[in-house]
């Protein structure tokens, strides 16, 4: 029902890193592409980093690559990265360090361009300091308002994490859920993708985690698999 409610069949995910699109909104991202949408992402940072779990470096180059491989699997069409490698003063796990302004800025010119029917942002309760800051300049630059300088997005979702559980206030407390059952070996291919960030179990950055939290969701909607997501905006038009 959302994915034929609309004629403009264009969504945009944000991401503070690459891998958390798929993390939080594969399953969606992969049942919008075979209902004939067209999905693009916006990341805040794509870039290498040492991983304090698993104790090693990833390279620039090899991230990238990871997104265009996740991207083939998934279906999402393009990216744009706020912190591109080799480009902007690294940002990566420093976004609350980052004027909001610049944030919003980047978020707003997006949306310009693009004029989606759907965004999918991430939520707000996380413990990470990327994720609230990536978050807090996304529902900046999706404020309620007339569309005149920016276009009027009629729904907005918030997805959650694989540790959800954690995060302090506000927590993530999602009343709209998507059935990925069909799409749920779709959405692991895709974050086998990023081998980078994959951890072992019970990390809940494992495949094995991430399927245990579809179906745990799934439970509590009454499906086999699902993704939650908090309903920021619905507007029917």
Same mark, same amino acid.
């Given at each position: ?53 698993? @104790?090693?470096?990833? %390279?620039? !180059? $090899?991230? +990238?690559?990871? &997104? ?7 279906? *999402?069409? =393009? ?61 900046? @630059?999706?404020?309620? %308002?007339? !569309? $005149?300088? +920016?276009?009027? &997005? ?7 994490? *694989?540790? =959800? ?73």
């Amino acid at each position: 029902m959302l994915f034929s409610a609309f004629k403009h069949k264009v969504a945009v995910v944000l991401a503070p890193h690459a891998d958390d699109e798929i993390l939080g909104a594969g399953g969606f991202i992969s049942k919008a592409r075979a209902a004939g949408w067209e999905i693009d992402l916006l990341f805040a940072t794509v870039s290498g980093y040492s991983s304090l779990q698993r @104790a090693e470096h990833s %390279a620039d !180059e $090899s991230r +990238l690559a990871e &997104v265009q491989r996740a991207m083939k699997a998934s279906g *999402a069409r =393009s990216f744009v990265a706020f912190n591109q490698p080799n480009g902007r003063a690294a940002a990566h796990l420093k976004l609350d360090c980052v004027p909001q302004l610049e944030l919003i800025t980047f978020i707003e010119g997006y949306l310009k361009t693009s004029r989606p029917s759907i965004v999918v942002i991430p939520c707000r309760g996380h413990y990470h300091q990327d994720h609230r800051a990536f978050a807090d300049a996304a529902l900046t @630059a999706l404020r309620p %308002a007339p !569309e $005149s300088t +920016l276009p009027f &997005v009629p729904v907005v979702l918030a997805y959650g994490h *694989a540790a =959800s559980g954690w995060g302090g206030t506000p927590e993530f407390k999602p009343n709209f859920f998507i059935d990925i059952t069909d799409v749920m070996d779709t959405k692991l291919r895709a974050l086998a993708c990023y081998e980078s960030q994959l951890c072992e179990p019970p990390h809940p950055r494992s495949l094995e985690a991430v399927r245990q939290n579809a179906a745990a969701w799934g439970a509590y909607a009454g499906t086999r698999y699902a993704e939650p997501y908090e309903c920021l905006r619905c507007v029917w038009q």
